[in-house]
Structures are given as C-alpha cells and as structure tokens.
C-alpha cells in the first residue's frame, strides 16, 4: 500500500466538507461584489474597474488553488486551512476600514497628477486583499485531500464540493446584491460574511479563535457607517445600491450633491437664487432653442439628480411641465430632504432607457444628463439610444446631451457628436467653462437663431450665457455611430485619462 494512504487521517463527514466549501463559495462572490462597491467611491464603476477587481480576485484564488494545494498534500488536515481561513475573515472585515483611510488619497492623487502615490496607496490595500484570497482559493484543493475516503470516490468527493461551491457563489452573489448590500451597506456586508466564514472555518480551533471570528465582525457591525468617507462640509451621507451619496453645504449656504469621492457636482441649491451654474445653465436654454415658441414646455431631464435642471426649468418658463427619471431613489429621497425638490416634477425611479420604452408621452425637450465623472453610460451615447429620444420629441423639439471631456481632448464629444448627427438634422457644441463638460444640442436646423432670437425673452440671469453660447456652437458632422452592440466610449475616456497622467497633468 502507498505510504500516502497508510498516513491519511480518517475521512470527515462529507456533509461538514460540503457546507465550508459551499460558505467559501458564498464568500468570494459576495466579497467581490462588497469590494466593488468599496472602490466606486474612488475610481468609478466601469467596465475596466470592474476587470480590474475581477482579475485581482481570480488571480489570487488560482494562487491560493496552486499553494493550498501543496501545503494540503504536506499536512492532510483541515487545522492548516482554518487557521488561514479565520485570519482570512479578520482581514476582511478590516479591508472596509483600510480603504477609507487609503483610497480617497489615491483618488486626489491620480486627479492632481501624482500617479505613482496613488498607485502605492492602492499597493497598500491589494496587499491587504492578497492574503484572504490566498486563502479562500486553497479551499478546494484542502477539501478535497481531507475528505478522500477512498479512490473509487475521489470523483463524487471532488464533483460534490465543486457543486456547492458554485452553488454557494450563486447564492452569495445573489444576497449580497438583492439584501445585504442594501440592507446593510459595503462594511457591513463584508464584515457579515467574513463572520458566517471566521465562525465556521474557526470552530473546532478552540474558544480564543471562535471570540476573535464573532467579536471582530460584530465591532465592525456596530461601526460599518465610520467605514464611510465623509467631507468636513457634509450634511449628510448615505450609501445606495448605485454610489456613496454626500450632502454639502458650503458656509454661504449652497448645498451641493456629490457623488463618490466628489470630483463632480450632481446637483446645487442656494435658495432664493436662480439657477446660473455652468452646465446646468445650459439645460434652460434648450427649450429657446426649439422650432415653436417655448412658453409652458414639457421636459423630460434623464439623469434628475437633485433635481438642479428641473428646478431651474419651471422657473425659466412658468407653468412648464417637467418630467424627472432618476435611477437611484436615495438620491430622490435626499432632493426631497435637502434640496427643496418639489412634487410639482414628476419623477420615476428608472433607467433611462427603460423609462424611454414605456414612455408613450412626447416632450418639447429632452435633457440627458447621466453623466457621471468621468465616464458616460455607453448604453446612453448609442444610435439606438439617440432613436430613442428622438422618437420622444415634438416635431421640431430639442435634446441636450451632457458629455466629459478633459481640457481639449475630446474623443468621446467627437464619437457620441457623430452619433446623434445620424440621427438628428442638425447637432451643435457648446463647451462648459471648466475642464469636464461639453454640452451638446440635436434638433431641427436652425437652432442657434432661435436662441439668438429668443434671448431677450430669457431672465435676466440667463442671458449672458445664452448671447456667449450663440457665439460659441460649433456644428457637429455625422462619424461612424456608436452602437448598442460596439460603443468603447470607457475605452475613449481611460485613454483620455492615461494620457492626461502620464503628462503629469491635473485632472481637476
């Protein structure tokens, strides 16, 4: 007989086996998901972000299968893997707490132009993640060398784990999108998870052990909220399924809603004072822009936010009627609370294309305004999408287009310009007076005599900006469309960022 075999501890109980391989399953999945999350403050939610943290985790899993492996073979016991696996859980917890100390410098870093700080403070916390991954990748190859009970079933053994640990992943990514992740927040979702694994892993280790996996956890329970950032000017802060939501009022009394780590403005409130912020300003000069005359308006602003344009819309042109689609209600909840939004605007909860689809109503002017520094939805810069809205406007009606640009490159204005000159007659260009805006304008020909001519007509507080946008639309050509199926608009902006870094240039 093999000296492996004479050596080999008596098999565990298959049923022990399955559940620790099916709550590391669980783990992983809903770690990933919490560790998105945890970096959309910082560095946004994009396709690359995400194949960012989807290589990280996949990465140090194979790792942990290659190492745990070995060490299994050397040890043929489960102790090993649950003393890796309770240290795994504590460093879990704590990752939450290391991000918020590390990772809104690295963001200013990468904004004003020091890369290589940034890429040191997110070393820091990769270091951080490396070891729990390590971990929970050494699993299966664990599992499967303790539980052997004999050759014949080496098959079944390995095929029973490996099935629930697939089904553990379905299920923790599951509850941690539709329930933990909401219900409790990022921190807390994480330290919930790590404790249901440091509690089972840590078991049979002992009562120290079992203290270290329900205290730790639960102190991070009690403190998940101090996980957030928060500016010295915030109200308030919240976090929802979509983004970390800051309330700011500065000491002259304008309330500002940022999102992440507040690089752009979503919505503004100073009250008593009409709306006059660049890019927001924009928006109330699209209706003047349409063939008729714009008198009481109806509006339809995809991307509400605090509801900014909307407000400024109703009081541009008393009587209009404005119609408000937001996809995320926190940010609705907190214009009811903080930002004076009224329900005098109609508003849904809703992606914009979604909304678009059931929407049977048309509107003298469109605003899209999902932006969101520095990327622009890609399902949002397409042909289909352009068809769309068109579809919705009164003949002769307008849409206004909010799209990012750095300084003057301005690769996604040209592809997402050139995709609405498919579809629509005439499409001019307007940039913001900052760095990150350019506003475009798609609708019937002759849109900037119209606003010429209707400026007088505007309030007082408008019309500066209406006679310097007049001066300043550029006509934009028809280029080859983005489409639903091929849109690398992420792709356009990383290179846009890229480059500005790599000149050591300031983002902001």
Same mark, same amino acid.
């Given at each position: $007989?093999?000296?492996?075999?004479?050596?080999?501890?008596?098999?565990?109980? !298959?049923?022990? &086996?399955?559940?620790?391989?099916?709550?590391?399953?669980?783990?992983? $999945?809903?770690?990933? $998901?919490?560790?998105?999350?945890?970096?959309?403050?910082?560095?946004?939610?994009?396709?690359?972000?995400?194949?960012? &943290?989807?290589?990280?985790?996949?990465?140090?899993?194979?790792?942990?299968?290659?190492?745990?492996?070995?060490?299994?073979?050397?040890?043929?016991?489960?102790?090993?893997?649950?003393?890796?696996? +309770?240290?795994?859980?504590?460093?879990?917890?704590?990752?939450? %707490?290391?991000?918020?100390?590390?990772?809104?410098?690295?963001?200013?870093?990468?904004?004003?132009?020091?890369?290589?700080?940034?890429?040191?403070?997110?070393?820091?916390?990769?270091?951080?993640?490396?070891? !729990?991954?390590?971990?929970?990748?050494?699993?299966?190859?664990?599992?499967?060398?303790?539980?052997?009970?004999?050759? /014949?079933?080496?098959?079944?053994?390995?095929?029973?784990?490996?099935?629930?640990?697939?089904?553990?992943?379905?299920?923790?990514?599951?509850?941690?999108?539709?329930?933990?992740?909401?219900?409790?927040?990022?921190?807390?979702?994480?330290? *919930?998870?790590?404790?249901?694994?440091?509690?089972?892993?840590?078991?049979? &280790?002992?009562?120290?052990?079992?203290?270290?996996?329900?205290?730790?956890?639960?102190?991070?329970?009690?403190?998940?909220?101090? #996980?957030?950032?928060?500016?010295?000017? #915030?109200?308030?802060?919240?976090?929802?399924?979509?983004?970390?939501?800051?309330?700011?009022?500065?000491?002259? +009394?304008?309330?500002?809603?940022?999102? =992440?780590?507040?690089?752009?403005?979503?919505?503004?409130?100073?009250?008593?004072?009409?709306?006059?912020?660049?890019?927001?300003?924009?928006?109330?000069?699209?209706?003047?822009?349409?063939?008729?005359?714009?008198?009481?308006?109806?509006?339809?602003?995809?991307?509400?936010?605090?509801?900014?344009?909307?407000?400024?819309?109703?009081?541009?042109?008393?009587?209009?009627?404005?119609? +408000?689609?937001?996809?995320?209600?926190?940010?609705?909840?907190?214009?009811?609370?903080?930002? +004076?939004?009224?329900?005098?605007?109609?508003?849904?909860?809703? =992606?914009?294309?979604?909304?678009?689809?059931?929407?049977?109503?048309?509107?003298?002017?469109?605003?899209?305004?999902?932006?969101?520094?520095?990327?622009? !939805? %890609?399902?949002?810069?397409?042909?289909? %999408?352009?068809?769309?809205?068109?579809?919705?406007?009164?003949?002769?009606?307008?849409? *206004?287009?909010?799209?990012?640009?750095?300084?003057?490159?301005?690769?996604?204005?040209?592809?997402?310009?050139?995709?609405?000159?498919?579809?629509?007659?005439?499409?001019?260009?307007?940039?913001?007076?900052?760095?990150?805006? /350019?506003?475009?304008?798609?609708? !019937?020909?002759? $849109?900037?005599?119209?606003?010429?001519?209707?400026?007088?007509?505007?309030?007082?507080?408008?019309?500066?900006?209406?006679?310097?946008?007049?001066?300043?639309?550029?006509?934009?050509?028809?280029?080859?469309?983005? /489409?639903?199926?091929?849109?690398?608009?992420?792709?356009? /902006?990383?290179?846009?960022?890229?480059?500005?870094?790599?000149?050591?240039?300031?983002?902001?």
């Amino acid at each position: $007989m093999e000296r492996g075999l004479l050596l080999a501890p008596p098999p565990m109980k !298959p049923s022990s &086996l399955t559940w620790l391989s099916f709550l590391s399953g669980a783990t992983v $999945m809903a770690s990933e $998901m919490a560790a998105s999350r945890l970096v959309a403050p910082y560095f946004g939610s994009s396709t690359p972000v995400w194949a960012a &943290l989807i290589s990280l985790v996949l990465g140090g899993l194979a790792l942990g299968a290659h190492l745990g492996g070995k060490v299994a073979d050397r040890a043929a016991r489960l102790e090993p893997l649950r003393v890796a696996l +309770g240290v795994a859980a504590l460093m879990l917890t704590a990752l939450p %707490f290391l991000a918020r100390v590390l990772l809104p410098g690295a963001t200013t870093a990468v904004m004003t132009g020091r890369p290589m700080e940034a890429m040191g403070r997110v070393a820091l916390v990769v270091l951080v993640a490396i070891p !729990p991954l390590l971990a929970l990748g050494a699993v299966g190859p664990f599992l499967v060398r303790v539980g052997l009970g004999g050759v /014949t079933s080496a098959g079944a053994h390995a095929g029973r784990l490996s099935s629930a640990s697939t089904l553990g992943s379905i299920v923790g990514t599951l509850l941690a999108a539709f329930v933990v992740l909401p219900w409790l927040g990022t921190a807390r979702a994480m330290a *919930c998870f790590a404790g249901m694994l440091g509690l089972t892993a840590t078991w049979g &280790l002992g009562w120290r052990w079992r203290a270290l996996a329900v205290g730790v956890p639960a102190a991070a329970l009690v403190m998940g909220t101090h #996980a957030l950032p928060r500016h010295p000017q #915030a109200l308030e802060v919240a976090e929802s399924p979509h983004a970390f939501l800051q309330v700011l009022e500065s000491p002259s +009394g304008t309330r500002s809603l940022v999102f =992440d780590e507040g690089f752009a403005v979503q919505s503004t409130w100073l009250p008593g004072q009409p709306v006059r912020d660049e890019v927001f300003a924009h928006y109330l000069l699209t209706p003047a822009m349409a063939r008729e005359e714009p008198r009481t308006p109806r509006v339809l602003v995809l991307g509400l936010g605090a509801g900014t344009s909307a407000r400024g819309l109703r009081e541009t042109y008393p009587g209009a009627y404005v119609v +408000g689609v937001e996809l995320d209600a926190m940010v609705v909840k907190l214009a009811r609370q903080h930002f +004076g939004l009224g329900t005098e605007v109609e508003v849904h909860i809703a =992606d914009a294309r979604t909304f678009l689809r059931r929407d049977t109503r048309r509107y003298d002017a469109i605003i899209v305004d999902a932006f969101r520094f520095p990327y622009v !939805p %890609f399902h949002l810069t397409t042909r289909e %999408f352009a068809q769309e809205v068109a579809a919705h406007l009164e003949p002769g009606g307008v849409a *206004c287009f909010n799209v990012g640009r750095f300084r003057d490159e301005r690769a996604v204005v040209r592809a997402v310009g050139g995709t609405l000159a498919t579809v629509f007659p005439q499409v001019l260009a307007a940039d913001a007076r900052n760095h990150s805006n /350019t506003l475009l304008f798609a609708g !019937p020909e002759g $849109m900037g005599e119209r606003l010429s001519a209707r400026t007088s007509s505007l309030p007082l507080s408008l019309q500066p900006l209406a006679t310097r946008v007049v001066g300043e639309l550029q006509p934009v050509a028809s280029a080859q469309p983005l /489409t639903d199926d091929r849109a690398p608009v992420e792709m356009l /902006t990383d290179a846009i960022l890229l480059k500005a870094l790599m000149g050591s240039e300031a983002l902001r």
